[in-house]
Every structure is written in structure tokens, then in C-alpha cells.
């Protein structure tokens, strides 16, 4: 099937201090883009292939038969994201291309008063993620290696330096192994 397991790529910067979260520009409008469609397809299961086959273009139309439409959106760039889900959370509330509605009654805008969720993924930025319903994780988890605390002024957005005697590599393991037991009793 000449599926191979999709890891850092080469060249891939890593953003964290842990060597954990990274980013890689895989393509900008250089591969088939056949090819790319179904290899944005297989992200859900960590996979993807060097070239494009027959099964593949069923693949395509059993995609845009069935509505899943977001591999056919990796056609401009296409990068390899790692990052702890916190990372990503706000990377999809503030995504590029994305748009709001505009409301008006009576020639006046209300937009302000109108509470109306909408994520609009189809004005060029989409993703695929590897799916814990097909693929076996391995635990990770994003902890950093310097911790930092909220100030003492209540700002919510702010962090400050802890104490030059405060134990980071301890805090550090003690909440990596209530990760790890939190995960245990999740199995």
C-alpha cells in the first residue's frame, strides 16, 4: 500500500523547548494536487503516500460524495503542525480567512447584539488532524520547563517569574506524572 508514518519532517522548527511542538511548510501549490487531497485525507490516520493510484481517486470521490470536503482546502499551503491543543484551540479562534456576519434591521447595525457563532473554513484555511478513533496514541504531554506564576496585581493575562529557589524540574515531574496517572484512568 506504501503508506509510510508521518513523523517531523526534515527541515521541521521546533517552537517549544521540549523538541515536542513544531512546525513544517510541506507544500505550496508544488504537488499533484490529486495526491495532496488524498494524503490530507489520510492525516486521521497518520499516514500518507508518495504517489497516486487508482484506489486513490475512489478515495477522492467517496470524500466529495460523502461531504468531507476539508482535504480539498490543503490546495495553497500546507504545513505540519505540532502544539499542545491549548496551541491549537486559539489558532482556530483566530484562523486566517476567517469571517463574521454583518446584521442589519432597519439600516442599523446590530451585528454587536446578534450572538451568532459561525467559523467560516471555507475562505482558505482548514485542517486535518490524526484521529484517536483510528490510530493508537502514545501519551505526550506538553508541560514546560519553566513554570511561571499569575501576578499578584489580578491581571489574568499576565504572568510573572517565580522565585529563583522555586523547584521547576520537580513541579515540572510531579504534574508529568499526574498527566500520566490522570491518562492511566482514562484507559
Keep these: 500500500m506504501n503508506l509510510t508514518d508521518v513523523a517531523a519532517p526534515e527541515g521541521a522548527q521546533f517552537t517549544l523547548d521540549d523538541d515536542t511542538g513544531f512546525v513544517a511548510l510541506m507544500d505550496r501549490m508544488q504537488?499533484?494536487?490529486?495526491?495532496?487531497?488524498?494524503?490530507?485525507?489520510?492525516?486521521?490516520?497518520?499516514?500518507?503516500?508518495?504517489?497516486?493510484?487508482d484506489a486513490?481517486?475512489?478515495?477522492?470521490?467517496?470524500?466529495?460524495?460523502?461531504?468531507?470536503?476539508?482535504?480539498?482546502?490543503h490546495s495553497f499551503y500546507t504545513f505540519?503542525?505540532?502544539?499542545?491543543?491549548?496551541?491549537?484551540?486559539?489558532?482556530?479562534?483566530?484562523?486566517?480567512?476567517?469571517?463574521?456576519?454583518?446584521?442589519?434591521?432597519?439600516?442599523?447595525n446590530v451585528s454587536l447584539e446578534v450572538f451568532d457563532v459561525m467559523f467560516d473554513t471555507d475562505k482558505g484555511?482548514?485542517?486535518n488532524e490524526v484521529?484517536?478513533?483510528?490510530?493508537?496514541?502514545?501519551?505526550?504531554?506538553y508541560?514546560?520547563?519553566?513554570?511561571?506564576?499569575?501576578?499578584?496585581?489580578?491581571?489574568?493575562?499576565?504572568?510573572?517569574?517565580?522565585?529563583e529557589d522555586f523547584d521547576h524540574e520537580g513541579a515540572r515531574l510531579a504534574m508529568l506524572e499526574d498527566c500520566r496517572a490522570a491518562f492511566e484512568r482514562y484507559q
Design 56 to 73: 486513490d481517486s475512489k478515495l477522492t470521490r467517496f470524500l466529495w460524495e460523502h461531504g468531507h470536503t476539508s482535504p480539498f482546502r
Design 80 to 108: 505540519h503542525w505540532k502544539a499542545p491543543l491549548f496551541v491549537f484551540r486559539q489558532a482556530f479562534k483566530y484562523q486566517v480567512g476567517s469571517g463574521w456576519r454583518e446584521y442589519e434591521v432597519d439600516g442599523h
Design 131 to 141: 484521529s484517536g478513533r483510528y490510530v493508537q496514541w502514545e501519551p505526550e504531554f
Design 143 to 163: 508541560v514546560p520547563k519553566v513554570m511561571r506564576s499569575n501576578p499578584p496585581h489580578g491581571n489574568k493575562q499576565a504572568s510573572v517569574d517565580l522565585p
Design 31 to 53: 504537488q499533484d494536487s490529486a495526491l495532496k487531497v488524498v494524503n490530507s485525507a489520510r492525516i486521521s490516520y497518520d499516514k500518507q503516500k508518495k504517489e497516486h493510484t
Design 125 to 127: 484555511c482548514s485542517w
